[in-house]
Each structure stands twice: as C-alpha cells, then as structure tokens.
Nanobody
Framework: QVHLVESGGGSVQIGGSLRLSCLLSGSTLSSYAMGWFRQAPGKERGLVVA????????AWTESVKGRFTISRDDAKNTVYLEMNSLKPDDTAVYYC????????????????????WGQGTQVTVSS
C-alpha cells in the first residue's frame, strides 16, 4: 500500500521560508510523477506544481513562480517543496500527490490524474 506523508509545515512571517517534504512509502518514487497542491479555507484545492517522473519538467501555478522550487530525491523516496518569500496568500493546507505512470516526461496538472494523496500539512503566513 502506497502512503504519502507530508511534513515541514508551520507558521512563518511574511517573507519567510519553509521546506515541505513528502515521503512516499510502499513503493518506489521513481515510478511516479509528483505534484504539490494546496487548499485555502473556502477555496478549492489547486495546483502548486507538478513534476514529471524524471524530475526534468515542472508546471507551476503563476503565483509561486520564482519563489518556490521543487526537487526530488529518489534514493530517499522524498519530494521537497522549497518555499521562499512567503505571502499571506500562500496560507493553505499543502498536499503532495503521486501519479503512477509509465510516461517519464509528463507533469500532470489535474487533481484526478493522481492516484495517491497525503493528508496535508498546514502553512500559515502572517505579519
């Protein structure tokens, strides 16, 4: 059984940084395209970034471009989301997701493309 566990969330001030981690267990990360999504109170869950299985391509939501970076360490079965210059609008529960795929270079942007989801980690940005 595949499980995803996010960690690294917390409360930070405007302009601060956080690094989220997503550990995949029960399978091999290299078989999955990965994504980070977020959901703010009263809003739908939306894409932050999607990366392909090989980690070569990424699709970003416009509001985080240049501030967030994604990386993956297949040896550790872990995907990271580095978030810098955080803003109050970044406040949300952040979820990682995994899509089992044979396609090495497809970054999936739709929620329904993903097979597994973590339980989420809260990020709160305040002044």
């Amino acid at each position: 059984q595949v499980h995803l566990v996010e960690s690294g969330g917390g409360s930070v001030q405007i302009g601060g940084s956080l690094r989220l981690s997503c550990l995949l267990s029960g399978s091999t990360l290299s078989s999955y395209a990965m994504g980070w999504f977020r959901q703010a109170p009263g809003k739908e869950r939306g894409l932050v970034v999607a990366t392909d299985r090989d980690g070569r391509n990424a699709a970003w939501t416009e509001s985080v471009k240049g501030r967030f970076t994604i990386s993956r360490d297949d040896a550790k079965n872990t995907v990271y989301l580095e978030m810098n210059s955080l803003k109050p609008d970044d406040t949300a529960v952040y979820y990682c997701a995994a899509a089992l795929t044979s396609a090495p270079n497809v970054a999936y942007q739709r929620l329904d493309s993903y097979d597994y989801w973590g339980q989420g980690t809260q990020v709160t940005v305040s002044s």
